[in-house]
């Protein structure tokens, strides 16, 4: 065992470590009171459900990572990604192929051993607690499609930064940040015709008044849209959300159907305002920019350590290689991810006030945004009162209790 091994161990536990802490402060943080801003929105026995939702979610998670985290470190020191470079290399294929053939054997092993734990928390969580819509058929066919489409994109997508760092030397960092920069844009223009379809059908809203709500406001904000839809997200979940996808004349305005069934008009209205102010705002712009140069920065990080000796050796492996190199670099980048991921929940807090402001300001319906977040967080058993370590490391929203103060707070609306 070297410095890389104590490193990566340390990594792995206390990951770990750090989010049993989380998790345990954040059950204890639940209030038994009911928030006086909810009356009339939960009664006393959905409140009690909505918290059990947290706490049995809790407990299989911490359950999931119990298993899985040791399961890990157990692999790692009875040198198990040696014996998978030893199985892909049997076949002689060189090394881009052969560094496929790892990566496929890996991450369908993890797959593997993820499997009983999605399957549990979709048919046994979920439905006791009234979300599942989901049949067998369609969770199958979901792994089958996201199977596919990690074959269709993954494939070149990891040839490509394998072929870079071969063929490229000192600056293949840089090559391979460009090329998947490019790919990512791609994909984020043909994502609403191409891959979404694959898993929903997105039906045009039919006319009539919430069409043409949502027109009329979209006109007078000068937002040019392709149209409104409305996704089939009852076939899985009684879950609600609504989001705006595409580029430019392409944005699409997509309504999941049980978000439809819950909500007025106004309401309706009030939360596309919301998303629209992120476009208004720039926040969809400042967020690729900032995922782009994450990206840019551990590539570059990569290239430092790529082919390291000692970092094969932690990894019992007999032969360095670039395909490995790039899932143990996964494992020392972490603590820099988490860090970037906490800087990155900070501005999506911010960026939902603004998002509130702007919805407000524009549409100047106050009170139909908080009855939406109300009914959003009633109708997806929202914890109401989150602790704060777990607020500043992991949520991309403020809590809701906070988001209705800062909207009641706010000056620009009317009713």
């Not at 989901?134 to 490509?160: C, E, N, Q, Y």
């Not at 006319?207 to 979209?218: H, M, P, S, T, V």
């Not at 800087?343 to 549409?363: C, I, K, P, Q």
Request: hydrophobic share 50%; glycine share 8%.
């Amino acid at each position: 065992m070297n410095l890389f091994s104590i490193i990566i161990l340390a990594i792995l536990i206390g990951d770990y470590l750090l989010g049993v802490v989380v998790d345990v402060l954040n059950v204890k943080h639940l209030k038994t009171d009911l928030p006086a801003a909810f009356s009339g929105y939960y009664d006393e026995e959905k409140y009690r459900k909505s918290q059990e939702y947290l706490k049995e979610n809790t407990r299989f998670g911490l359950i999931t990572d119990s298993i899985t985290t040791p399961a890990v470190i157990i692999f790692i020191l009875l040198g198990g990604f040696n014996w998978v470079d030893q199985v892909a290399g049997t076949l002689n294929w060189g090394p881009i192929a052969t560094g496929l053939v790892f990566a496929g054997i890996l991450l369908f092993g993890s797959q593997i051993l993820g499997f009983p734990f999605s399957v549990y928390s979709t048919f046994v969580i979920e439905e006791k607690y009234g979300f599942n819509k989901t049949t067998p058929k369609t969770f199958v066919l979901d792994m089958l499609k996201g199977w596919l489409l990690a074959i269709i994109i993954g494939i070149p997508v990891f040839s490509a930064v394998l072929w870079f760092f071969e063929r490229t030397g000192p600056m293949a960092w840089f090559y391979c940040w460009g090329a998947l920069t490019v790919i990512q844009i791609f994909l984020m223009f043909i994502a609403p015709v191409v891959i979404m379809p694959i898993f929903n059908k997105f039906v045009p809203l039919e006319d009539g008044e919430l069409k043409g709500a949502i027109e009329d406001y979209a006109k007078k904000q000068g937002f040019k849209m392709k149209g409104v839809f409305s996704m089939d997200g009852s076939k899985r979940s009684t879950k609600s959300n609504a989001f705006f996808t595409g580029f430019g004349r392409f944005r699409r305005i997509v309504l999941f159907d049980t978000l439809i069934s819950k909500h007025t008009t106004e309401e309706l209205v009030s939360i596309l305002a919301h998303e629209m102010g992120h476009y208004k705002k720039k926040h969809i712009l400042k967020s690729i920019i900032i995922s782009i140069l994450s990206t840019g920065l551990m590539f570059y990080i990569l290239s430092i350590f790529m082919n390291n000796p000692a970092l094969f050796r932690a990894f019992q492996m007999d032969h360095i290689s670039i395909y490995a190199s790039l899932f143990f670099f996964g494992f020392l980048y972490a603590p820099i991810e988490m860090i970037l991921s906490i800087f990155g929940n900070m501005l999506s807090r911010r960026h939902e006030y603004e998002a509130d402001a702007w919805a407000v300001r524009t549409y100047r319906r106050p009170q139909s945004m908080i009855a939406a977040l109300k009914k959003l967080s009633v109708d997806n058993l929202s914890n109401l009162t989150p602790h704060p370590l777990k607020v500043f490391l992991s949520y991309s929203h403020p809590p809701v209790l906070e988001r209705i103060r800062a909207i009641q707070g706010f000056k620009g609306g009317t009713r």
